[in-house]
């Protein structure tokens, strides 16, 4: 039958640590800033879009966000 092969632990072969490499701020900042103005329009279509100062003319956008409105504790009615 012959010597059976025999394998340990210690065999595994480790890739070396690599370090992460940095992301330069001109390379982030135009995605924070659009994040950002993401972030603001929301805002305001949650809180703000209905009467007076509705930038969209009709109740669409009211009944649409009306739920997602109460969820975040925006005055409504």
Do not use: K
Not at 40 to 49: D, K, R, S, T, V
């Amino acid at each position: 039958m012959g010597n059976p092969v025999r394998q340990d632990m210690n065999g595994f072969i480790h890739a070396p640590a690599t370090r992460p490499v940095p992301i330069p701020l001109r390379e982030i900042l135009p995605w924070a800033a659009f994040a950002g103005v993401l972030a603001l329009l929301l805002i305001y279509f949650l809180g703000a879009e209905q009467g007076a100062t509705a930038l969209i003319s009709g109740h669409y956008v009211h009944d649409y966000v009306h739920d997602g409105r109460h969820l975040l504790a925006f005055p409504c009615h």
